[in-house]
C-alpha cells in the first residue's frame, strides 16, 4: 500500500525563479530563503518519496474566471509549465502518475467532494519553484525528475473560497485516499503558498510574524484551532495572499496519523511575502489506527 | 457574504469584482503570452479596447493606477501580469499604493521580520 | 424573498431540435412527445415565474476531458449557445442573473460543495430544448425570453460521478440559497435528461419503463428511496444516459417543502429516449417550516 | 471503482477510458466546429492523425466501428458528433451496435413501451 511519509512546506514567489536562474542562492538577500531548504532535502536524501502530492493555488495561468473551480485534481501524464507573464524561466515539465489521480478523484469524490478532474494542466511557480528548492538538483538539472507528482490546486483567487476547515476535510479524504492505494509507494505532500502577505491595496506590504509563527506551530502539532477561522478572518491575519495558507492547510489534512517537525524556517522577507519552511514527518503508526 | 468585513486598505475579490473587473482580467490573463505582452506596449489603449474595458478600467491601466485597477475590478493575481510589463516588481507596486517611496515600503517589509 | 414555485421535468433529445424547426409537432411520431407539455404550459401561464434554475448536463459542448467538473454554476450575464455538431439549429442566448447566481454559488461553497463558477458558459440542448418546449412561444418567437435563468451542470459523463445523495444534497443546499435571496422572485427549478436510455454498447436501445415509472413516483411523492442507489445501479436499471436522472434529483432537492403533482407524461420513444414530462407545484408553507 | 460492476453491453467512461480515449474524444470535441467536420470529411485518417489517435482508434473511425471506438475509449457524448458526420441517427447507431436492421431497432424501442 502506498504511505505517506510526511509534509514539506514552503512559500512561494516568482522572484525565487529569477534568483534560482541567476545563481543568486549565497546573496545576502537570498541566502537564509535558500537555506532553509537544506534540512528538508538532507531529509528528502534519507527518506526518498517516489511520488509528490502538491497542494498549491493557480496563478492564473491554468484557470481563468470563466470557469473558475474551487478545487482540481490533475491526472495527466505530464505537467509543463508556461510563461506566467513575470519573464521567470520556464520550468521543464514533471511527470504525473495518472493511476493515483484517479484513485484520489474516485475516492474524494465518494467522499462527497466536487473537484474538477484534469487531465491537462499548466503548473505555475506555486509548483514549480518550491520543487526546485526542495529536489534542489532539478533547479540545476535540467531534466532531474526524481518523483511523480498529484498538483491539487484550491481556489485562493476569488470568493466564495473553501473555507479552512472545508480544505483540511478535503485533505483528510486525499490521505486516505492516498493509504489506500495499493501499490507501494512512499508519498510526500508538498503545501505552498503563504505564508502572510499581501500585494494589493493600501495595505500592501502587510506582514504578520506572530500570527505566522502560530500557524506553523498549529501545523506541527494541533491543527484544530485554525478550523474555524473564516476566511475574510485569515485576510485580516495574514494578508489577501495569505488565504494562500489553505494550500498548507489541505496538506496538514492529509496526514492521518501523528508527526514530528523534522525543521522549520521562517525569514522576513523575500520579496512582499513571509517566507517559510517546515517539514513534518508522519509517524510510524498501526494500519487499524488510520482513519 | 464575505464581502461583509472591512480591512482597512484591502479589496476582497468576490461577486462583485469578478462581475466589474472581467474584461481588465481577462486582458490581463492573456499576458501570459509575450506576443500579447509585445501587443500591449505597442498600443496600449487600443488593447484595452479590444478586450472592451471601461474608461475607468482603461484610465487606469494608462496611468499604472494600481489602487483604481483594484477598485475597476482588477485581481491581483492577474493584475501582476500587467504591472510585470511595466517592469514594476512587488516593492515598487507596493510603495504606489501606500504612498512610500520604494525604499521605505522595503525597510516596512523588513520591520516586519523584527 | 425568492421563492421556489415549483419544478418541470422533461427529457431532452437533440432530435427534439429539429422537430422544432421543422414544425412537427402535429406529426404522428411527435405529437405525444409535444402534447405532453400542453399542461405545464398552462400551469406555467398561472404561475409565471421569474427565474429558471435549470438542471443538466453538458453534452461535450462547453466542457472537455481536459478540465471536467462535478458540478457547475452558471454565473453569466447572458448563456448562447452553439453548433453541438449536429446541424440543429442554434438557439438565442438566455438572459442570466448574476446576482441570484452569485448567491447560490457563495451559498452551496458555505455548505461545504465545490461547484466551478462559470462567468463564461454555452448552453446546449439540454437546456435550449426543454426551455423551448415549457416556454412554447421561444420556439417560434425568436428573442421571447419570458425568464432569467441560472444554469447547474451536473457531470453524467465521466466517473467519478456525484452519487444521487450528493446530487439531491446540493439541490437541498441550492433550494436554500435560492429562499434566502432577498428580492421577490417566483423561481422555477428545471430539470432535464433522461428517464431510461442508452445510446452506446451492445445494449444500446437499453429502456425500463417500469424503473422510469418509479422514479417519477418518487420525485412526485418521497424521493428518499432514491438515495441509495449508486450511480452503477441507476446505469444497470436505466442506462448509461439514464445517468440524466441526477440532473431531476438535483432539481428534486432544490424542492425544500411539500409538493403536488400538476401533471406527468411518459411516452416511449423519442429517439432512443423514454420522454418524460413532469410538473410539481410547490406547496405554500410557513417560512419557518422551511430548512 | 464505479469500473467493477459488470453490465452487458455497457461501456461506463471511467479512468480507464478517460485515459485511453483522450486523443479520439478531443478529436471529437474540435467537430463542434464546422470547419473541422469538414476538414475531417476531406481526409479523415489525417484529420486522426492530426489529433494522435493511435492506429486502433483510427481503424474504428474509419470503419464507422462504434463498438470499436467504445473499446479504443470513445465517449459517446463526443463520438455522437463523430457519427453525426456521417449522418448517422441515433437508430442508425443503435442497430450497428446491436446487430440488428434499423427497422428491427425500432422495433424494439417501440416494443419498450408497450
Ligand atoms: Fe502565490
Ligand atoms: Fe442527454
Chains 1, 3 share one sequence.
Not at chain 1, 105 to 122: G, K, R
Amino acid at each position: 500500500m502506498a504511505r505517506i511519509i510526511g509534509s514539506m512546506s514552503a512559500s512561494h514567489v516568482p522572484a525565487v525563479g529569477n534568483a534560482i536562474a541567476r545563481g543568486l542562492q549565497e546573496d545576502p538577500y537570498w541566502k537564509p530563503f535558500f537555506d532553509g531548504f537544506t534540512p528538508a532535502q538532507k531529509w528528502l536524501a534519507e527518506v526518498k518519496p517516489d511520488v509528490a502530492v502538491v497542494f498549491s493555488n493557480d496563478h492564473g495561468l491554468n484557470f481563468f474566471l470563466d470557469k473558475m473551480p474551487i478545487f482540481a485534481i490533475g491526472a495527466a501524464p505530464s505537467y509543463p509549465s508556461a510563461d506566467e507573464g513575470w519573464g521567470i524561466p520556464v520550468n521543464d515539465p514533471w511527470p504525473g502518475i495518472p493511476p493515483l489521480s484517479w484513485h484520489i478523484a474516485n475516492h474524494v469524490v465518494e467522499e462527497e467532494f466536487d473537484p474538477v478532474i484534469c487531465q491537462q494542466m499548466l503548473i505555475d511557480h506555486a509548483v514549480c519553484l518550491p520543487m526546485a528548492c526542495f529536489f534542489e538538483d532539478c533547479g540545476r538539472n535540467k531534466g532531474y525528475r526524481p518523483v511523480k507528482i498529484v498538483p491539487v490546486g484550491i481556489n485562493t483567487v476569488q470568493f466564495p473560497m473553501p473555507s479552512l476547515k472545508r480544505c483540511f476535510e478535503f485533505g483528510r479524504a486525499i490521505g486516505r485516499a492516498i493509504e489506500s492505494y495499493p501499490e507501494d509507494l512512499k508519498v510526500v505532500l508538498i503545501g505552498t503558498g503563504g505564508l502572510s502577505h499581501q500585494l494589493e491595496g493600501e495595505r500592501a506590504g502587510h506582514l504578520n510574524k506572530k500570527f505566522d509563527t502560530y500557524c506553523m506551530d498549529c501545523i506541527a502539532g494541533d491543527p484544530s484551532p485554525l478550523l474555524g477561522l473564516s476566511n475574510v478572518d485569515l485576510v485580516e491575519q495574514a494578508g489577501t495572499a495569505g488565504l494562500e495558507f489553505m494550500n498548507w492547510m489541505t496538506m496538514r489534512g492529509a496526514l492521518l496519523g501523528e508527526v514530528r517537525e523534522v525543521t522549520r524556517t521562517y525569514h522576513i522577507p523575500i520579496s512582499n511575502t513571509a517566507a517559510a519552511v517546515q517539514v513534518l514527518e508522519q509517524l510510524p503508526r498501526l494500519a487499524a489506527a488510520a482513519e | 457574504m464575505a464581502e461583509q468585513k472591512q480591512i482597512f486598505g484591502t479589496y476582497l475579490f468576490g461577486a462583485e469584482a469578478a462581475q466589474k473587473g472581467y474584461a481588465l482580467n481577462n486582458m490581463c490573463f492573456t499576458f501570459n503570452d509575450k506576443a500579447n505582452r509585445d501587443a500591449f506596449l505597442a498600443d496600449p489603449e487600443g488593447y484595452c479596447r479590444k478586450y472592451g474595458l471601461n474608461e475607468e478600467q482603461i484610465k487606469a491601466v494608462l496611468a499604472k493606477d494600481v489602487i483604481g485597477l483594484l477598485k475597476a475590478g482588477g485581481n491581483i493575481y492577474y493584475l501582476a501580469k500587467l504591472t510585470g510589463i511595466y517592469g514594476l516588481n512587488m516593492q515598487d507596486i507596493g510603495a504606489i499604493q501606500t504612498g512610500m517611496t520604494v525604499d521605505q515600503f522595503k525597510a516596512k517589509l523588513v520591520a516586519a521580520g523584527k
